[in-house]
Every structure is written in C-alpha cells, then in structure tokens.
C-alpha cells in the first residue's frame, strides 16, 4: 500500500456530514475567536465589572442550560439537521447586539437569543457520533480540535490589529460585524447535511411545543438504559465545568491587568495556545483510540494542576509554557470524554443523554461564573484559580474509580 493510500484509508471518514461541520467549523471558530480575545475587556470598555461580566456568563449557562433537554429529545426523535441547520442562522444574528452594543446591558439581551437558539448543540454532538467510525472516534473528535486551532490562530492577530487601528470598543464592533458574516456562511453551509436518524417523523409545531414535560421525563428515564459508568462520566464533567468556569472568563483580565501583559501580547499567547493545539491533536487522538479513552481523560486532569500555577504566577514566558499544557489538557479532555460518551451510549439514545448531561454541566457552569465573578472582584484575583485546583481532586478520584470503558464499543 502506497503512503497516500495510507493516508486515505487513515483519513477515510472525512466526508459526508462530517465535512460539511468541520468546514462550517472553520469560518465559526476563526470568526468567533476575534472578539473572543478581549470580551471580558470589552464587557468593562462598556461600563461592566468583574461582577457583570460573571452575570452576563451566569445568564448565558441558564439560558444555554433551558434548551438541552428539549434540544436532546427533538433531535433524537425529530432529527438532527433541521435542528442544526435552522438555529446556526438564529446564532449568527444575535450577535448583532454585541456589534451595537451601547451598553453592558445589550450584551444581556444578545447572550439570551445566541444560547437559546443552541438548542442544537445536542443534536451536533449527536451527529458528530453518528458520523464516526468507533474505531477512528478518537481521532476523529480530536481533529475538530486541530481543525479549531487552525481556524482560530489568526483570530488574535486579527483582534489585536483591529484593536490598535480603530481602538477597543470601535475595533470590537467590527470583530463582531465579522462574527455575523461567517456565522451565516456557516449556517448556510450546514443546510446541506444529511440526516442520520432513520425516517425521522414530520416535524409538528405542536409537538415541538409540548415537547418540554416530556423531554424532562425521557432525559430522566435514559439513565436506566445506559451503562452506570456514563452517569459516573457526566458527574466528574460536571465537576470539572464548574471549576473551569470560575476562572475561564477572567483569564484575559488577570493576564492584562495583574501580570502586566499588554492586549498584542496576550493576543501572541493565545496564538501559542493554539498553535500547539495544532501540533498536537492529531498525537493525542491517536493516543485516545491506542491506549483507550481513560488514561487521557486521567492524565487531563493531573497536567492541569501545573498549567493553572503557571498561570497564577506567570509572565510572558511562564504564560506560553502554561497555555501550552491547557491545549495538551484541553485535546486529551474533550478528546477522551466525547469519545467514550459515545463507545458507552447506544445512537438512538445520544440526544437525550447529551442534552441532560449539557443541562446540569451548564447549570453548574451558570454558578461557577457567578461566584468566580464574585470571588474575583471581591474577595482575591487569585482565589478561584487555586479554588480550582481543589476540584480537581473529586474529579480524578470519581474517574479512576468509577469510571470504565466498555468491553465492546457502540456504533
């Protein structure tokens, strides 16, 4: 076999609806990730504070959280593109508030249409699982990251030019004129997917309008047809999402404004971060498919203890090395937890197991943010980065004894 039918038969699962979303990714990450370089500054640029913009995040996981279960169950019974295709065009435009924005306040109204109309996200994991090989899902998954750092590596050189030609709050409105653009090209292209949940019944306005109670209780009734190690998967994600959520908004305002750091140069940091995130994934999904899904997941978790210190204590250099392990943690995380979500749960009951599972994690994201907000402004800028670190022990140990691979992989 010659080294480009290798290549292929390596590579084989790049078609179809897999393609379609990792190309839509592309315009979506590159686009979102411009103004996603500075929004925590341009949230304060806009009269907010360390509170508000944890109010504004607790406000977006609430709104994000009321959407999975019935997210979950449409797209397990009503299938999963028309979810997919018609709510990425209900995204792009709301960030037209963001780009007009004249206060903190509309950024509120903005965040509230963006994550109700991710009542699709179930039915996108759902798809990205339908459309795997098991054998290849590490990679797979893995290569949406890569696909993700690509696409997004030029989006901090793009913010930080924008923002040293026309300012940060002119500069910013721009970034999002963008955000609206490619968002668009992107939902236009998803119209183009094929559904993959066999002869799905007519869509029914009523239905879908009921479908709420019974969601509730079908997202409940799931957890006793699935392996118990999957409800044990979700509670250590859930831990994890909480913590993650305390510090991931404020990092940007640590760097800038307790270590020194200038917006360009956290701008090149993120590049780094992304940059390795392309070097690496393709590694990492082959180590996820070789060695398994746990030891990853378990080894997540112990590196980013060190990334999280680095940080708390970094300069320039120190921040490179750190953002360099959470890219390595991030592929190994997301990597592993979607694949093995998916080895464990049968296809049709993926929506309904990703939208409870997306609900209570956002739920907790919602709190987390909240009270990092809180503990940022008003007891210590360092607490909730080492308060995180604190988590990370239930969740290893739930994970190491809890949690195991099945003997025979779903498809």
């Not at 792009?92 to 903005?110: R, T």
């Not at 994934?281 to 060190?306: T, W």
């Amino acid at each position: 076999m010659s080294l480009l039918d290798k290549f292929r038969a390596e590579f084989s699962f790049f078609r179809g609806n897999y393609l379609v979303l990792i190309v839509s990714w592309i315009f979506m990450d590159f686009a979102g990730e411009i103004p996603g370089a500075y929004y925590p500054l341009y949230v304060k640029d806009l009269g907010g504070n360390e509170t508000i913009i944890g109010l504004i995040g607790f406000v977006s996981f609430l709104c994000l959280a009321s959407v999975q279960f019935p997210g979950g169950y449409l797209a397990d019974k009503y299938g999963r593109r028309w979810l997919i295709s018609s709510m990425t065009f209900g995204v792009a435009l709301s960030y037209i508030f963001y780009a007009l924005a004249p206060s903190w306040e509309a950024i509120i109204l903005g965040t509230v249409i963006q994550n109700l109309c991710l009542i699709y996200q179930p039915a996108l994991l759902a798809m990205v699982s339908d459309s795997l090989p098991s054998e290849k899902r590490g990679m797979g998954i893995s290569i949406t990251q890569l696909i993700a750092s690509v696409s997004t590596t030029p989006g901090p050189a793009v913010a930080a030019f924008l923002f040293t030609v026309y300012g940060s709050i002119d500069g910013m409105r721009i970034s999002y004129g963008i955000v609206v653009a490619l968002f668009l090209v992107a939902a236009a292209l998803r119209s183009n997917l094929k559904e993959t949940i066999k002869d799905p019944p007519k869509i029914s306005v009523s239905e879908i309008l009921k479908a709420y109670p019974a969601s509730l209780k079908e997202s409940f009734k799931v957890w006793n047809v699935v392996p118990k190690s999957t409800f044990y998967l979700f509670l250590a994600f859930l831990v994890g999402g909480f913590s993650f959520a305390m510090i991931q908004t404020f990092t940007v305002v640590y760097a800038v404004e307790d270590l020194g750091l200038s917006r360009p140069e956290w701008s090149l940091v993120l590049m780094v971060l992304f940059v390795a995130m392309i070097v690496l994934a393709i590694p990492v999904g082959k180590l996820v498919d070789k060695v398994g899904r746990k030891i990853p997941l378990l080894m997540s978790q112990v590196l980013i203890a060190p990334a999280i210190v680095l940080f708390i204590y970094g300069d320039l250099y120190r921040l490179f090395v750190s953002l360099i392990l959470m890219g390595l943690t991030q592929l190994m995380m997301f990597s592993s937890y979607a694949a093995l979500m998916a080895d464990l749960v049968p296809k049709e009951q993926r929506g309904k197991v990703t939208g409870f599972s997306q609900f209570f994690n956002y739920i907790t994201m919602a709190l987390g943010v909240l009270l990092g907000g809180i503990m940022y402004g008003d007891v210590s800028h360092q607490f909730p980065f080492f308060l995180m670190l604190i988590f990370l022990i239930p969740q290893f140990l739930v994970t190491l004894f809890l949690v195991h691979e099945p003997k025979k992989r779903e498809e």
